[in-house]
Every structure is written in structure tokens, then in C-alpha cells.
């Protein structure tokens, strides 16, 4: 099964990322996206990443300059950015990386279902939904897998890849090759809720918020505690922030719904309040913190 075109749908804080590594992988990639300023923020972010990392390898005196400007241009250029789901039609691969939405994904899914080649494989980028559903809805299902990215998909390592009854070994297998291809580290999953990573770490984000809510502790002393005392790159409440306060809470309320009587899954009040108002973290510019761009002021 050889993927030679990879298909993106969503080019956010997640989508632009998996665009990226697929281009520095060496496959053509188109990134479809709703509206023309979300799909120019994309490809701005790309540009920025490519440009830092670039700067990285001069730095580290694994490229010339010359070479790394080349190297970005040419990654750059496998790149192509799109409004039209039509786009997709001759993908080998499509990933999913738009809002956590069940409904919403599923409704992308059976469009897809209705234009994608018959050899395509379909992934979705999910934080906590079921792959199954979606594969369903595809009307595709032993085509479906989940590939489960982790922010910032340049830098985190890991990929989690998730395989339904339903997943034909051979997708599988074509899945797991792609997340190596593109320099990640597979891990597989069955179709469990939040896969592994998040059916840890949700629960933790959430604690760490219930934390701060009873004034148990400040933020700031929260997130030191954690990166201090266990070693953590950063905080709970940081991270909250990182994630985005919206896709933690959707991912809590679907798995509230689900499974009510699973005491790990709790929706803090706090995380409702800030997204009612609007702080979505570090894509909105405040969260539990304030944020310029990537960087927490
Ligand atoms: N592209 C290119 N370069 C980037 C970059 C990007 N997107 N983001 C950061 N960098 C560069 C920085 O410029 C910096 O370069 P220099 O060394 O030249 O200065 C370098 O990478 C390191 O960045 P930082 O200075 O910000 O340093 P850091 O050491 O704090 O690392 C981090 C940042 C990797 C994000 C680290 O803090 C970390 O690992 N945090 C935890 C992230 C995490 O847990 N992610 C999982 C979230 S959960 C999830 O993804 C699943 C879900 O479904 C919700
Ligand atoms: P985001 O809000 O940053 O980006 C979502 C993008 O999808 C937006 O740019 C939006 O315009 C676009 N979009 C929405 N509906 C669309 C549609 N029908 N067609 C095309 N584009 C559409 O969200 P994100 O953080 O990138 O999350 C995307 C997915 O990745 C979610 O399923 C999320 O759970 C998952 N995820 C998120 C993280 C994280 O840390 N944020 C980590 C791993 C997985």
C-alpha cells in the first residue's frame, strides 16, 4: 500500500503541524481548510516552524545556511493549500484535524466517503472520540485508523496509532510505516476512550484545575511543583493553556456523556467559566495565563 499524497483537513494548532512533518517526510500534501484567513494562518505557522528549525541546524552545525533555506523551500513546496474538499479526491492518505466534534467529523467522514479514491485510507487526529464511529460513517470502515499526533507534532515524538475490529491489517500496517515515515515513534492503540496518552493525562489536566479551583495552590506554584518534583517539560495548568481550554472541555464533556459514572472524567467548573469567556489558552492569547504568539508572558 504505498501512501504517496497525504490529505489534511483542519490547518490549526494541530493540522498545520501534521501538514509540516508530512512535507519534511517527502509526500505532496494538500491542506484543506474552511476559510482563506484559517488556511493563510496555517501555512504562516508552517513558514515560522520551517524557518526555526532551519535556524537550529545552522546553529548546530548540521547544515549551511544555504542548504537549510533549500531544504525549507523544498518542503514548502510539497505543500499545497485548498478550500475544496474535491482536493482530496486523489489522496492516498487523509487525516482529520478539525474541531472536536463528533457530529462534525462524522459529517467530514461521509463526504469523504462519497469522493476519496476507493484505496484511500482515512485517519482522524482525535483526542478522545471513538475511530470506529467515524469509520462507520465513512461508510468505510476497515479503511479507518486513528493517527493520533501530540503538540507541537514538530517536536513531540510519539505517535499513537489506533485500529478498530473493523481496520484491515494492511491499513494498519500502511498507517503505522506513514508515522515513522514521518519520523515518530508508533505506538499502537486499540479504540479506547482517549487512547493511552490522553486517558491518562486528561484526568491529570482536570485534577490539576480542581487543584486550583479549591486554592489548593497558585497556578504558577502548580505547574512548578509538577516540572520540579516529577520532571514534567511543563504544568497541568500550562499545558491546559497549550492544549486549548475548548478541545480539553470537549474532550471532558464527551466522555461525561459516555461514560457518567467513570469518576475519572469530571468536567471542572473553572474550565467551563474561562471557555464561556472566551480564554482558550495560548491560541486565543489567555487561558490560566497570558500569552504573545507561542510564548507565555
Ligand atoms: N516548530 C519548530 N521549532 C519549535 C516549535 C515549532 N512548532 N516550537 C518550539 N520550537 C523550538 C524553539 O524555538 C526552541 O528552539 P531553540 O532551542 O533554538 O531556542 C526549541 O524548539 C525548544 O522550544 P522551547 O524553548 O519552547 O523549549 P522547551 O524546551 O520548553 O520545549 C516543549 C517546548 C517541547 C513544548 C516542551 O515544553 C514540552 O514537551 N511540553 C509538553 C508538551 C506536551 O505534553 N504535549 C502533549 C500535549 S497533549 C496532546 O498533544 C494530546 C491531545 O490530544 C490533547
Ligand atoms: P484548532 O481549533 O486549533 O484547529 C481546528 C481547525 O479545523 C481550525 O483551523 C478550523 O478552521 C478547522 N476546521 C473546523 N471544521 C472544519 C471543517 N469541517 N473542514 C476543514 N477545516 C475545519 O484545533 P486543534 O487543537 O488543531 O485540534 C484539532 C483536532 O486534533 C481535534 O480533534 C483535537 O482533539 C485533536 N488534538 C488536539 C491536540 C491539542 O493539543 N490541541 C493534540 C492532539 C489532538
Not at 27 to 52: H, P, W
Not at 146 to 157: A, C, E, I, R
Not at 226 to 240: F, S, V
Request: hydrophobic share 40%; proline share 4%; net charge positive.
Amino acid at each position: 500500500m504505498t501512501i504517496q499524497k497525504v490529505g489534511v483537513i483542519g490547518c490549526g494548532l494541530m493540522g498545520h503541524g501534521i501538514v509540516q512533518v508530512a512535507a519534511q517526510g517527502g509526500f505532496q500534501v494538500v491542506a484543506v481548510e474552511t476559510e482563506q484567513r484559517f488556511l493563510d494562518a496555517g501555512l504562516a505557522r508552517i513558514d515560522k516552524s520551517l524557518a526555526k528549525l532551519g535556524e537550529k541546524l545552522v546553529k548546530d552545525g548540521k547544515a549551511s545556511a544555504e542548504d537549510a533555506q533549500k531544504n525549507a523551500q523544498q518542503t514548502r513546496a510539497r505543500i499545497q493549500g485548498s478550500l475544496e474538499r474535491r482536493s482530496l479526491a486523489d489522496c492516498d492518505l487523509i487525516i482529520e484535524a478539525i474541531v472536536e466534534d463528533l457530529p462534525t467529523k462524522e459529517k467530514l467522514f461521509a463526504e469523504l466517503g462519497g469522493l476519496a479514491k476507493s484505496t484511500a485510507i482515512f485517519a482522524s487526529n482525535t483526542s478522545s472520540f471513538p475511530i470506529s464511529e467515524m469509520g462507520r460513517a465513512s461508510g468505510r470502515p476497515a479503511r479507518m485508523v486513528g493517527l493520533h499526533f501530540f503538540n507541537p507534532v514538530q517536536l513531540m515524538k510519539l505517535v499513537e496509532v489506533v485500529r478498530t475490529d473493523a481496520t484491515d491489517p494492511a491499513v494498519f500496517a500502511a498507517a503505522k510505516a506513514f508515522g515513522e515515515a514521518v519520523g515518530k515513534k508508533p505506538v499502537a492503540c486499540k479504540d479506547t476512550p482517549g487512547f493511552v496518552v490522553n486517558r491518562l493525562l486528561v484526568p491529570y489536566m482536570g485534577q490539576a484545575l480542581e487543584m486550583l479551583e479549591r486554592g489548593d495552590a497558585s497556578a504558577e506554584d502548580i505547574d512548578t511543583a509538577m516540572k520540579y518534583g516529577c520532571g514534567y517539560p511543563m504544568g497541568p495548568i500550562e499545558l491546559t493553556d497549550y492544549v486549548g481550554l475548548d478541545t480539553t472541555l470537549f474532550i471532558l464533556r464527551g466522555w461525561v456523556k459516555r461514560f457518567p459514572n467513570e469518576p475519572a472524567f469530571k468536567i471542572p467548573a473553572v474550565l467551563e467559566r474561562k471557555v464561556k469567556e472566551g480564554k482558550l489558552g495560548r491560541k486565543s492569547g489567555e487561558g490560566f495565563y497570558k500569552w504573545e504568539g507561542d510564548k507565555r508572558l
